[in-house]
T-cell receptor, first 114, second 115 residues
Framework: DSGVTQTPKHLITATGQRVTLRCSPR?????VYWYQQSLDQGLQFLIQ???????AKGNILERFSAQQFPDLHSELNLSSLELGDSALYFC?????????????FGPGTRLTVL | GQNIDQPTEMTATEGAIVQINCTYQ??????LFWYQQHAGEAPTFLSY????GLEEKGRFSSFLSRSKGYSYLLLKELQMKDSASYLC????????????????FGGGTRVLVKP
């Protein structure tokens, strides 16, 4: 158990819909990262938040957005869903206090768009 | 740009040694990470190299050569439970100091351990 929690575990929805994925980082970690993993794309970095502020952006679509709240939990919002958005979405957290700053991954949310 | 290359798949026998190579090319390098991922599960951190040389952690060792943009993960005394994907990831420091690394992952190397 990494200490990072994600809800829900599974999500099945239809094209055009909007969903929200939630992540709670490890206690004391200031950075939260979101990744998308699909079969043909591998693990892709989407976005990073540090202490409530956006810090780095990857290949995140405009239909996707995220935020980190004062209690440091984070939400990833996916809208106008398409079949190709079906994937595993991982959240990770790190202390961001220097050093290796390894990221600890949550169990993921498996999103299926029908 | 950033490009991480590692082999797609490797097969080895229980008790043997396997070496997974990884090459990268980027700027703003802040460490090379290795993660293990079993199918359908979260990646788990294995090792980190930021300076050249070998880091040993039990049965797993990782090596880095920054001048060559090259790393490898060495798995010794392979066990059946080592069958998994191994992800090489390059860390690039976010633009504000001490604000974490943006990780770029390779496609992963699927290792199959046979009895």
């Amino acid at each position: 158990d990494s200490g990072v929690t994600q809800t829900p575990k599974h999500l099945i929805t239809a094209t055009g819909q909007r969903v929200t994925l939630r992540c709670s980082p490890r206690s004391g970690d200031l950075s939260v990262y979101w990744y998308q993993q699909s079969l043909d794309q591998g693990l892709q970095f989407l976005i990073q938040y540090y202490n409530g502020e956006e810090r780095a952006k990857g290949n995140i679509l405009e239909r996707f957005s995220a935020q980190q709240f004062p209690d440091l939990h984070s939400e990833l919002n996916l809208s106008s869903l398409e079949l190709g958005d079906s994937a595993l979405y991982f959240c990770a957290s790190s202390a961001s206090q220097g050093g290796p700053d390894e990221q600890f991954f949550g169990p993921g949310t498996r999103l299926t768009v029908l | 740009g950033q490009n991480i290359d590692q082999p797609t798949e490797m097969t080895a026998t229980e008790g043997a040694i396997v070496q997974i190579n990884c090459t990268y090319q980027t700027s703003g390098f802040n460490g090379l990470f290795w993660y293990q991922q079993h199918a359908g599960e979260a990646p788990t951190f294995l090792s980190y190299n930021v300076l050249d040389g070998l880091e040993e952690k039990g049965r797993f060792s990782s090596f880095l050569s920054r001048s060559k943009g090259y790393s490898y993960l060495l798995l010794k005394e392979l066990q059946m439970k080592d069958s998994a994907s191994y992800l090489c990831a390059e860390g690039v420091r976010a633009y504000i100091k001490a604000a974490g690394n943006k990780l770029t992952f390779g496609g992963g190397t699927r290792v199959l351990v046979k009895p």
